[in-house]
C-alpha cells in the first residue's frame, strides 16, 4: 500500500505540473543589439546610471565544495559589476525537481536555474520557458565548447536552451585498501556475471565487506537501465515511438539479477541502505572502508573519496556484458544551466553565465565542482595548474570510449522513474517476486505512454 500511494502521488504530482505549465504563456526575451567584444560578461557596465540596480536570482543544488565556488564566483562577477546584485539559492536535491516544476508552473522561477539532465527534457515539452543562447552570440561565447558536445547535450530542436555544466560520466569508484583486502582484481573488466560471483565470495568470506555501496534509486541507473540497453541497445522508453524496448522476459531477468545481488550480500540490504539514499558516502560502512565499490556520478566522486581520506581510490570500467548488443554506459553532462525566458533581465543572465563558464578567475574557482569542465579553455586552465582530479578525468576517460546511447526523456520522466524504483524497492525488500513486479511496471508504464498519445 505504501509504495502504490507513493507512485500515486508522483503521477498526480505530474499531471498537475504538466497542466500548469501547459497553461503558461511565455513571450520571448529581448536579443542583444550586438555588443562587440571577446568575452562579454567582462565587459563592464559601468556606464550605466547607479539607480539601474539588477538582481537575479540563481539556484541550483550542491554540496558545500559546489557552493563555495559558485558563491565565490558570484561575487567575483559582483564586484566587476556593482550594478548587478545576483541572490544565491541553495539547495540540496532531494526534491528539487518538484520545486523546479511548481516554479515553472506559477511564474515564479528563478531567473538562472541549475536544471537536472533527467528532468529536462520533460520541463522543455511542457512549455517554452528557456531562453535560445543561440540569440545571444555576442554575449555567450560557445567557442569553448565541442560543437558534437552541445550538439547533443543542451541543444533541442535545433535550440540551445541549456549549457552543460561539465562532462561527467556514471562511475565505478574502488577503495583499493578494501579491493585487497578481499582479493578482487581491479584490473579485470567487471560484467555482471562476475559482479554477482565475486560479491557473493566476498561477502562469504569477509562478512562484514560488502562488494558495492549503492542504494535504490541509483540501482535504475546503474543497473536496470544499462542492463537492459547492453540486451537490447534502446533506452528503456523509445521516445519516437512512445512504446518500451525491452520485453517482459528481459525485464524479469534484470529484476531477478538484483534480486539475487541483495539476497547474496553483492550489495547491503535495502533497509540498511535506505537511511542514506541519495547520500551514499556518509554511509558509515562506506567511510569505514565496508565496501570495495561505489556507485556515483563522476561529480560526485570527489565527495566518496573525501568520506575515506585514509584510503587510496581510483575507478573502473562499469560493467559490461560479453554479448551485448551496445555498451549501455556514455559519456553526459552531469548537470546543466538554464535561464528563464521570462526573466527580466534575460540578457544580465546571460552575461553572467558567460563569465560563469568562460573567465580564467571563475573557471580555476569552479574547478571540477561540476565534474570535469565542459569548455576546453577550462580544462586546459585547470590541468595547468594542477586543478583536477586524476580520479574524476580518468572516469570521464574511461565512459568517453563508451558507444552507449543516453536515454534522457520519457525514460527518466519523474513518473517513469518512481516506477522503476519501486519495482527494484519491491524485490530488494522481498515484497513482490520479479515476475509480479515486471508485470505491475508494464502495466504502470503503459498507463503512462497511453496519456502521451
Known amino acids: 500500500m505504501k509504495k502504490v500511494t507513493k507512485l500515486t502521488c508522483l503521477l498526480l504530482t505530474g499531471i498537475m505540473a504538466a497542466t500548469a505549465l501547459t497553461g503558461c504563456t511565455n513571450k520571448p526575451a529581448a536579443t542583444s543589439s550586438g555588443v562587440e567584444t571577446e568575452n562579454a560578461a567582462d565587459q563592464t557596465t559601468a556606464g550605466k546610471s547607479s539607480a539601474e540596480q539588477i538582481t537575479l536570482r540563481f539556484m541550483w543544488w550542491g554540496g558545500d565544495a559546489r557552493n563555495e565556488a559558485t558563491l565565490a564566483v558570484i561575487e567575483q562577477y559582483q564586484k566587476l559589476h556593482p550594478e548587478i546584485k545576483i541572490e544565491a539559492e541553495m539547495n540540496s536535491d532531494q526534491g528539487y525537481i518538484d520545486k523546479v516544476s511548481t ?12 536544471q537536472n539532465v533527467d528532468s529536462l527534457p520533460d520541463f522543455i515539452s511542457r512549455g517554452d520557458f528557456f531562453v535560445n543562447f543561440n540569440d545571444y552570440p555576442d554575449l555567450f561565447d560557445t567557442s569553448g565548447f565541442e560543437k ?9 530542436d535545433g535550440k540551445l536552451l541549456a549549457i552543460p555544466t561539465g562532462m561527467s560520466c556514471l562511475a565505478t569508484v574502488a577503495n583499493e585498501d578494501a579491493a585487497k583486502t578481499c582479493g578482487i582484481d ?4 567487471i560484467t555482471w556475471e562476475s559482479m554477482l560471483e565475486d560479491g557473493k565470495k566476498l561477502h562469504e568470506q569477509n562478512p562484514e565487506y560488502f562488494y558495492m555501496n549503492t542504494d535504490t534509486r541509483i540501482l ?6 544499462p542492463y537492459l540497453r547492453q540486451l537490447t541497445g534502446q533506452p528503456f522508453i523509445i521516445d519516437g515511438e512512445k512504446k518500451m524496448s525491452f520485453t517482459r522476459e528481459q525485464l524479469v531477468e534484470v529484476l531477478q539479477y538484483i534480486k539475487d545481488c541483495y539476497e547474496v550480500g553483492v ?3 535495502a533497509e540498511d541502505s535506505a537511511t542514506f539514499k541519495g547520500q551514499i558516502h556518509t554511509n558509515p560502512m562506506w567511510m569505514d572502508g ?3 565499490f561505489a556507485y556515483g556520478p563522476s561529480s560526485s566522486i570527489n565527495l566518496l573519496m573525501d568520506a575515506i581520506p585514509d584510503n587510496k581510490c ?3 570500467q562499469m560493467p559490461l556484458s560479453a554479448d551485448r548488443v551496445n555498451d549501455g554506459f556514455f559519456a553526459d553532462t552531469p548537470q546543466y544551466m538554464t535561464v528563464n525566458k521570462n526573466s527580466k533581465h534575460a540578457e544580465e543572465a546571460v552575461r553572467f553565465l558567460d563569465y560563469f563558464y568562460n573567465n580564467p578567475e571563475a573557471q580555476a574557482t569552479l574547478k571540477d565542482v561540476r565534474s570535469v569542465p565542459p569548455t576546453s579553455t577550462a580544462r586546459n586552465l585547470c590541468a595547468d595548474k594542477k586543478l583536477l582530479n586524476p580520479v574524476v578525468v580518468s ?8 558507444n552507449g546511447k543516453s536515454d534522457k526523456g520519457y525514460t527518466t520522466s519523474a513518473e517513469v522513474y518512481a516506477i522503476q524504483e519501486d519495482m527494484i524497492e519491491s524485490v530488494a525488500y522481498g515484497q513482490s517476486t520479479p515476475e509480479d513486479a515486471a508485470d505491475n511496471a508494464i502495466d504502470l508504464i503503459n498507463d503512462y505512454l497511453s496519456g502521451l498519445k
Do not use: H, W
Open 103 to 114: 516554479m515553472l508552473a506559477n511564474g515564479t522561477a528563478p531567473d538562472i536555474m541549475q
Open 148 to 156: 558534437s558536445f552541445i550538439g547533443q547535450f543542451g541543444t533541442f
Open 186 to 189: 581491479l584490473s579485470r573488466q
Open 220 to 225: 535504475c541507473e546503474y543497473v536496470l537501465r
Open 267 to 269: 550489495f547491503e540490504p
Open 290 to 292: 565496508k565496501f570495495v
Open 314 to 316: 581510483t575507478v573502473v
Open 395 to 402: 572516469a570521464v576517460d574511461l565512459a568517453a570510449g563508451l
